[in-house]
């Protein structure tokens, strides 16, 4: 099961990381995200998907998926669906920090990608 760190930083620094910055993960199979903030002003996370058929979060929307950061932590994890076509699909997301109203912070942002294997 792949795991991905997303670490919102001091202002200043480089905002937020991303390891593995792009992952490669096989269809069907667990990922999670752990959110680590050091930034009072994060107080939620959100991954969403540029392409909304994609859908490996079980919730309403499925392309998107928020979690309450408690202590500056949290974790998302969802599972990759098989894409419409066979073999290697790059599917880029967004990972966002967001304020107590759950507003998109600007400096929080940051668009890595996972790459889908369907054998």
């Given amino acids: 099961m792949p795991d ?3 670490t919102f930083a001091h202002p200043g620094k480089p905002e937020t990381m991303v390891q593995l910055d792009t992952t490669t993960a096989h269809t069907s199979q667990d990922i999670n995200w752990y959110f680590a903030s050091l930034s009072n002003n994060v107080h939620y996370a959100q ?3 540029k392409d909304p058929t994609f859908k490996p979060f ?3 929307d499925g392309y998107k998926a928020t979690v309450e950061l408690s202590f500056g932590s949290g974790t998302l994890t ?4 098989t894409p419409a076509e066979h073999g290697v699909v790059v599917q880029s997301y967004t990972v966002r ?3 107590q109203n ?3 912070i600007g400096d929080f942002t940051l ?3 996972i ?3 369907d054998p």
């Avoid at 969802?78 to 669906?81: A, K, N, R, S």
């Fill in 4 to 6: 991905i760190q997303v």
């Fill in 47 to 49: 991954i969403e998907f």
């Fill in 58 to 60: 079980s919730n309403i």
């Fill in 78 to 81: 969802g599972t990759l669906p």
């Fill in 97 to 99: 920090g967001l304020n």
């Fill in 102 to 104: 759950q507003e998109p």
């Fill in 111 to 113: 668009d890595p990608d």
């Fill in 115 to 117: 790459v889908t294997v």
